[in-house]
C-alpha cells in the first residue's frame, strides 16, 4: 500500500485564493519532505525542500511567499499555493523517504480559473 | 554537473513485444544511485528499482530488466513481452552528493493490444 498519503488529488479554485496541499507519511517518519511540480508531459521539477521543525529550503526561481511549506511533524507537509493564478495549474507531487529511496504521493492536480 | 537524459520521448509498441527504454546520466562523483520510476496515468509515481555506482550487474525481475554499464554513463530499462498495463511514463533519476533526486524528461510507453 501506499507510504505517503498526498490530498486532494485534484482541486479546483478561483483565480485569488489558496489552496493547500497535505503530505502524509504513513508507516515512517520523515523529518525531510520533497515537493515537485510536473506540467503536462514534462519532467518532476523540485521546488522545494520541507524540513520538519524548520524553514523549508526553495530551488531557484521557486518564489517562497506563493508557495508556503510548513512540515510541522514527523508525519506532516503542507504546501500552500497563496493567491493562485492560472499559471499556477500544475501537477504537483510529494515525496519523502530516504537517501536509497524516495516514496511519492499520488499528486494534486491544480486547477485555477 | 548532474543530468539524465532519456532521449526517448515516446515509444509505441504492440503487445507482447520486447521495448528498451534508454537512460544516459552524468554525474561527477563516484558514488551515486540511479532509479527507474512509473507513472501511471493515476499519476502516483512507483519505484522499479535502484542500482548503486559500485554495482554494475544486470538485475532481472520477471519481465522486467535493466542494464547498468558504467563505462558508457547508462541505465537502460527492458520491458520483454510488453502488456497493455506495461503503458505509462518511465522516469529514470539520479540521486549523487546531495539529497535531490534529477529526474530525466520521461519516456511515454504506449502498448496496443
Known amino acids: 500500500g501506499a507510504v505517503v498519503s498526498q490530498h486532494p488529488s485534484w482541486v479546483i479554485c478561483k483565480s485569488g485564493t489558496s489552496v493547500k496541499i497535505e503530505c502524509r507519511s504513513l508507516d515512517f517518519q520523515a523529518t525531510t519532505m520533497f515537493w515537485y511540480r510536473q506540467f503536462p508531459k514534462q519532467s518532476l521539477m523540485l521546488m522545494a525542500t520541507?524540513?520538519?521543525?524548520?524553514?523549508?529550503?526553495?530551488e531557484q526561481g521557486v518564489e517562497k511567499d506563493k508557495f508556503l511549506i510548513n512540515h510541522a511533524s514527523l508525519t506532516l507537509s503542507t504546501l500552500t499555493v497563496t493567491s493562485a493564478h492560472p499559471e499556477d495549474s500544475s501537477f504537483y507531487i510529494c515525496?519523502?523517504?530516504?537517501?536509497?529511496?524516495?516514496?511519492f504521493g499520488s499528486g494534486t492536480q491544480l486547477s485555477v480559473l | 554537473a548532474q543530468k539524465v537524459t532519456q532521449a526517448q520521448t515516446e515509444i509505441s509498441v504492440v503487445e507482447k513485444e520486447d521495448v528498451t527504454l534508454d537512460c544516459v546520466y552524468e554525474t561527477r562523483d563516484t558514488t551515486y544511485y540511479l532509479f527507474w520510476y512509473k507513472q501511471p496515468p493515476s499519476g502516483e509515481l512507483v519505484f522499479l528499482i535502484r542500482r548503486n555506482s559500485f554495482d554494475e550487474q544486470n538485475e532481472i525481475s520477471g519481465r522486467y530488466s535493466w542494464n547498468f554499464q558504467k563505462s558508457t554513463s547508462s541505465f537502460n530499462f527492458t520491458i520483454t513481452a510488453s502488456q497493455v498495463v506495461d503503458s505509462a511514463v518511465y522516469f529514470c533519476a539520479l540521486r549523487a552528493g546531495t539529497y535531490k533526486y534529477i529526474f530525466g524528461t520521461g519516456t511515454r510507453l504506449k502498448v496496443l493490444a
Open positions: 515525496s519523502a523517504g530516504g537517501y536509497e529511496k524516495l516514496f
Open positions: 520541507s524540513n520538519e521543525g524548520s524553514k523549508a529550503t526553495y
